[in-house]
C-alpha cells in the first residue's frame, strides 16, 4: 500500500470484513498498519507464529491493544489440525475418536466431547485467542483424505449429537462456534485446496445427508464456514461464492442467524473467480460476513494482502461491494463475553482438571 494513500475512517466504512495473517512470532511494522486498516476485522493464527506460550499471550496482547475489537483466530481441531501442541497445550485427540467412543457408549462420548471443547478454548483463551474454527462438521464418507479423521462420524445424526457437546464445552469457556465446511465436503476426494472439488448430488440428497446437521444445530451455531466446494447440480459457484446456498439455502429455508465466514481465499478451490480480490467480491456479494486472505503475508512482503484492503475499499466506493452493518454485528457478536481464566488460575480450575481426566 503506498505510504501517501489513506484508509477511510473505521466508522465511514463500518465492516470489518477481512481475517488476515502475520508471517512471525511477534508483529513487525506492517502487521500493524494491516491490523489498524478499517477493512480488517480478524487475524488467523497459524503454528509459525507459535513459539511459546508467553510468546502467544504477548502477542494477543499486543494486538488487542491495538484493535480491541479485532477477532483472534486459529484453525485448533484436535487431530492433525491443532496449531499449538507444546508447552502445556493439551493434545487433543481427532473428532473421529469421538465417534468411535459413540459406539461403544453413546452417552460418555457426548462428555468427553463436551470436555474437548472446554479444554480446547479454555487453553486457547488463556493467551489470548477469541475463536477456533471448530467444529468440523463434514461427514466421514471415507473418499476425502482432507477431512478423514477431523470427521466425527458417517452417520449426520453422531456427528450433530457430538459437534453439539464439543460445542457446549467452548460455551463453558465462553467461547463461539463454526461448523464447517457447509454442506458438506467429506464425499468428495479432491483437497479444495490444491483443486477444486465437485460433488454431482442434488439438493434434495445434500440437505437429507451432509447438510442436515447444519439444519438440527440452527439455533446452536454462532458462525458458519462454506465449502470451496462445486455442487453444479444446485448451482453454478462454489457454495462459499453462493447467493442460493448462502443467503437462500443457509439462512433463507434453514434458519440460520450466525456469522458466515469464506474459507481462505488463496485456496485453489477459491480461484474460480480470478484473484482474491474477485474472490472476495463474490464471496461477500453472495452473503458472506467475512472472508479469509491466509499465508499472503509470506508472498512480496504482503502485498497480496494490502491489494485486497485497498482493492475492497475502491470497490465499495464503486458500489461493486456494500459493507453490511448487519455482517459487523455479526462479527462483533463472536468476540468473548466472559474474561478467561489466565494459565496459572486454569490449572488449578476444578471443572478443567475434570476435564482432563475425561480426555485422559
Not at 100 to 121: H, K, N, S
Not at 178 to 201: E, N, Q, T
Not at 259 to 276: N, P, R, T
Amino acid at each position: 500500500m503506498s505510504k501517501a494513500k489513506k484508509s477511510k475512517p473505521l466508522a465511514s466504512l463500518g465492516h470489518a470484513a477481512v481475517v488476515l495473517d502475520i508471517a512471525g512470532t511477534a508483529l513487525n511494522r506492517a502487521d500493524r498498519r494491516r491490523l489498524a486498516h478499517p477493512l480488517t476485522g480478524g487475524l488467523i493464527l497459524f503454528a509459525r507464529n507459535w513459539q511459546s506460550r508467553a510468546q502467544l499471550t504477548a502477542l494477543c496482547a499486543e494486538i488487542k491493544a491495538l484493535r480491541p475489537d479485532l477477532l483472534i483466530c486459529v484453525d485448533h481441531e484436535g487431530g492433525r489440525v491443532q496449531r499449538f501442541r507444546s508447552d502445556g497445550f493439551t493434545p487433543l485427540a481427532s473428532m473421529r475418536t469421538l465417534g468411535e467412543l459413540w459406539m461403544g457408549d453413546a452417552l460418555r462420548a457426548t462428555d468427553v466431547a463436551t470436555a474437548t471443547g472446554f479444554v480446547l478454548a479454555s487453553e486457547l483463551r488463556a493467551c489470548g485467542v477469541d475463536l477456533s474454527f471448530t467444529p468440523v462438521l463434514d461427514l466421514d464418507h471415507g473418499p476425502s483424505t482432507v477431512i478423514g479423521d477431523r470427521a466425527f462420524h458417517r452417520d449426520a445424526r453422531v456427528a450433530t449429537m457430538l459437534a453439539k457437546s464439543l460445542m457446549h464445552g467452548l460455551l463453558r469457556a465462553g467461547m463461539a462456534n463454526c461448523g464447517k465446511h457447509f454442506p458438506g465436503h467429506g464425499k468428495v476426494s479432491a483437497d479444495s485446496h490444491l483443486a477444486l472439488p465437485v460433488d454431482g448430488r442434488g439438493l434434495a440428497e445434500l440437505l437429507g445427508d451432509d447438510a442436515s446437521p447444519y439444519a438440527w444445530l440452527s439455533t446452536s451455531l454462532d458462525a458458519v464456514m462454506p465449502a470451496h466446494v462445486l455442487y453444479p447440480e444446485v448451482d453454478s459457484q462454489p457454495a462459499g461464492f453462493s447467493a442460493r446456498w448462502l443467503r437462500q439455502i443457509l439462512r433463507g429455508d434453514l434458519g440460520f442467524q450466525g456469522a458466515i465466514f469464506s474459507d481462505d481465499l488463496s485456496m485453489e478451490g477459491a480461484k474460480v473467480d480470478g484473484g482474491a480480490l474477485p474472490a472476495a467480491i463474490a464471496a461477500l456479494t453472495a452473503g458472506c460476513d467475512m472472508v479469509l486472505l491466509c499465508n499472503q503475508t509470506l508472498q512480496g512482503g504482503g502485498e497480496p494482502v494490502d491489494a485486497l484492503l485497498d482493492g475492497l475499499v475502491q470497490a465499495a466506493a464503486d458500489g461493486r461491494w456494500q459493507p453490511d452493518a448487519d455482517s459487523e454485528n455479526r462479527r462483533l457478536s463472536l468476540l468473548p463475553l466472559t474474561p478467561p481464566l489466565p494459565w496459572d488460575e486454569l490449572m488449578h480450575h476444578g471443572a478443567y482438571q475434570h476435564a482432563l481426566a475425561l480426555l485422559a
